[in-house]
C-alpha cells in the first residue's frame, strides 16, 4: 500500500495567471520493522491541471462529443488521463508534468517532490449553476508496477481577472514591488506582484463612492428615489442602498429588494421549449431584505455579496450577470392613510381596512463584473464621475 498526499502551500483558492504550488510525498506506511519484501515501487507519477464542463441537458443543447476520445480508460495501458470517470467534457488542461519514475520505497520511506504550473488566463473561473458548471482540479496519477493508474484529485477555486489577459510580468526587478527583508525566488515575485497588481486595481475599482438617484414611479405617480452610493464591489462587501418614500404621490405598503445572478444559456445552445427543454435563463437568490413601509418616509437596507460567490462573466455557452431585484406593492386609491385619528373628544374604536387593492411592480437594476473578484452596479446611465449625483426616472410595469 502507498500513501499519497498533496499539500497546497497557499490555499485552494487562486486568480488566472498565478503559479499553483503543491508538493506530494509519497510514504509507505509499513512499519519500519517490516521485511525488505514489504518494499514497494512505484512506475510513475505525473500531474495536471485541468477544467472540467458540464452542461445540464435540459437546459443546453450542446453538439454530440467526440466518441474518437474514449472516456474510460483500460487498465492495461500506462496512459495519464486526468479527466478518466468526470462527467462532462475536459475543455482546458495544463500540460502533464512527470513528478518521478522508477521510485521505490522501504517501510517507513516517504519522499516529496514539489509541483508548480501557472493557471490559464483564458479559462472560464470556477462555476457551479445550474445550466452549466466549471470545475478545477489538480489530478495526480500514480501507478504501481503491474497495477493500474490511481488518480488523486484536488478541488481548486480559480478567479478570472478582466482586463488581465495582456498583463506580463515586467522583466525588470526594480519594476515589479518587492520587499528588502524577504527572500523570494523568480516565481515568488511574479506571484506577489499579479496579487498586488489585482489588489491595488480592486481597491481602486471598489473606494470611489458617488451616489447614484432613481425616481421610481409607476402610472399612477411617483413611488419614491431611490439612491445606491457604490458602483463596483468586491466579494464579501454589502450593497447598502436608500429608499426616499417621503416625497412619493402613490402609497407604498410594502417593498423588497434581492441581490441575484442571472445564468443565462447563449441563443445558439438554448434547447427548445417545445422538446422538454428547461427556461434558459435562471436566477438564484443571495440576499434579500422585505419591509412593511406605509407611513416609512426614509429607510435603507444592507444586502452582502457573499465570499463563496463567482462574479459575473460571459462565455460561448453562457453569461453570468448581477442584479437588484425591486418588488413594490403599492395601494390602488389615492392618499391612503392606515392610521388612526389622532385627537378625539370621547375614546372610539378604530380597525383598520381588511382589504385594501393593491398593485405590484417589479424592476431590476443590472450589475455587470468588474475586475475579477468585484460587482459592478451598470444602472441606466450611471454617473461614473465624482460630482453632482445623476437622478434617473425609472417607470415601473406590473
Known amino acids: 500500500m502507498i500513501e499519497v498526499v498533496a499539500e497546497l502551500s497557499r490555499g485552494p483558492v487562486f486568480l488566472a495567471g498565478e503559479a499553483l504550488e503543491c508538493v506530494v510525498t509519497v510514504t509507505n506506511p509499513l512499519p519500519p520493522t517490516a521485511t525488505s519484501a514489504s518494499s514497494e515501487a512505484l512506475a510513475w507519477a505525473s500531474a495536471q491541471i485541468h477544467c472540467q464542463f458540464h452542461a445540464s441537458e435540459s437546459r443546453v443543447a450542446l453538439p454530440p462529443p467526440d466518441s474518437s476520445q474514449p ?30 519514475c522508477d521510485l521505490r520505497l522501504d517501510p517507513g520511506e516517504s519522499k516529496s517532490y514539489s509541483y508548480s504550473e501557472v493557471l490559464p488566463i483564458e ?3 470556477s462555476f457551479r449553476g445550474q445550466s452549466v458548471k466549471y470545475v478545477y482540479k489538480l489530478t495526480i496519477g500514480c501507478q504501481r508496477v503491474n497495477s493500474p493508474i490511481t488518480l488523486l484529485r484536488v478541488p481548486l477555486r480559480v478567479l478570472v481577472l478582466t482586463g488581465f489577459q495582456d498583463t506580463r510580468f515586467p522583466q525588470d526587478e ?52 431611490f439612491g445606491i452610493f457604490k458602483s463596483v464591489y468586491r466579494l464579501g462587501e454589502d450593497v447598502v442602498g436608500t429608499l ?8 407604498c405598503l410594502q417593498f423588497s429588494v434581492s441581490l441575484q445572478t442571472e445564468e443565462r444559456v447563449q441563443p445558439e445552445y438554448q434547447r427548445r421549449r417545445g422538446a422538454g427543454g428547461a427556461p434558459s435563463v435562471s436566477h438564484v437568490t443571495h440576499a434579500r431584505h422585505q419591509e412593511s413601509c406605509l407611513h ?25 450577470k448581477w442584479r437588484l431585484h425591486f ?19 370621547e375614546p372610539v374604536t378604530w380597525t383598520g381596512p381588511e382589504q385594501v387593492p393593491v398593485d405590484t411592480f417589479s424592476w431590476d437594476l443590472p450589475i455587470k463584473p468588474n475586475r475579477g473578484a468585484a460587482v459592478g452596479c451598470d444602472g441606466q446611465r450611471l454617473q461614473e464621475s465624482e460630482g453632482a449625483p445623476g437622478v434617473e426616472n425609472v417607470s415601473l410595469r406590473s
Open 327 to 345: 418588488e413594490f406593492v403599492t395601494s390602488r386609491e389615492p392618499g391612503l392613510v392606515l392610521l388612526p385619528p389622532m385627537e378625539q373628544p
Open 174 to 225: 526594480a519594476v515589479a514591488p518587492s520587499s528588502p527583508f524577504l527572500e523570494e525566488d523568480e516565481g515568488g515575485k511574479k506571484d506577489s506582484w499579479l496579487a498586488e497588481l489585482a489588489g491595488e486595481r480592486l481597491m481602486a475599482a471598489t473606494s470611489c463612492r458617488s451616489l447614484h438617484l432613481y425616481n421610481i414611479s409607476d402610472g399612477r405617480g411617483k413611488i419614491g428615489t
Open 123 to 125: 479559462g472560464p473561473p
Open 71 to 100: 472516456d474510460v480508460q483500460p487498465e492495461s495501458q500506462t496512459v495519464f488521463l486526468p479527466h478518466r470517470g468526470e462527467r462532462g467534457q475536459c475543455i482546458l488542461s495544463t500540460p502533464p508534468k512527470i513528478l518521478f
Open 244 to 251: 426616499n418614500l417621503g416625497e412619493g404621490t402613490v402609497a
Open 296 to 320: 416609512t418616509t426614509r429607510t435603507s437596507f444592507s444586502l452582502p455579496i457573499p465570499l463563496s460567490s463567482t462574479p459575473g462573466f460571459c462565455t460561448a455557452i453562457v453569461s453570468l
